[in-house]
């Protein structure tokens, strides 16, 4: 009993560290990297263009050749391998993989293999190599941007091309909203935890969780009231603000120029 609830611990524990690092890592975006050093709208122009390549080609060779480029910008920015990857290859690729895998056996074409009498076409194989490909290539750069770019000046980025002000606000308050909560769901995991002991009857548990879940929501309802108000008394508008404009050097523009060069000459 006490080695299943120490599980139990170590996987919630290890849940909530995993998202707070995956949202709230400004650590990279601080760091002294070839990324961070660029103009935040010109590195977000630049993303876009190779997520639009990537999106656009039919090549496997090339989505894999923009996969190993943002791998190479990652190393460049001094954002960790492995910290990178764990955070690229869970959730949405591994979900794409399930997506893809009914392809394999109901696109029509030549027939590659039989598997317990399922056909694999060798165009159903290719279709579902270069969505998966696809995928990641796209997921690398998105999550990329946002550890190598400060969460109020992408904000900013957004405004600036004309995002709607709703959809920025909305982003705003998730970022701060999100942290508070998660905090919530530690600390009432550890108010339970010092209220019940270690060894709880799973039926008594079963009221305890359920209970706690309803308390969560009224909790979470509440706060985001609070949040809400506390930024508008703090003179929040709705619009992000950063301390430093943005300058566009010529290192800036040469980047730009060579991106589009050389998504021009991939597509």
Known sequence: MLKKNNFIERSITGVLSFLKES????????????LQSLDPRIKTITFVLFILAILLTKSIAVSLGLYAVCLILTFFSNVHLGFFLKRTWIFIPIFSLFIAIPALFITPGEALFSLKGLVVTRQGLFGAVLFVSRVIASVSYAVLLSLTTKHFALLKVLRIFRIPQVFVMVLCMCYRYIY?????????????????????HYKKG???????????????????EAVYKAMLSRGYTGEPIILDDFKAKLRDWLWLFLVVIFCIRLL
């Open 206 to 224: 079963q009221h305890i969780v359920a209970g706690t879940i309803s308390s969560l929501w009224q909790r979470s309802y509440y706060l985001n």
């Open 180 to 200: 508070l909560f998660i905090e919530g769901i530690e600390n009432t995991y550890l108010a339970i935890k010092s209220r019940t002991g270690i060894r709880l």
């Open 23 to 34: 949202i709230f890592a400004d650590e990279y975006a601080a760091k002294k990297g070839f």
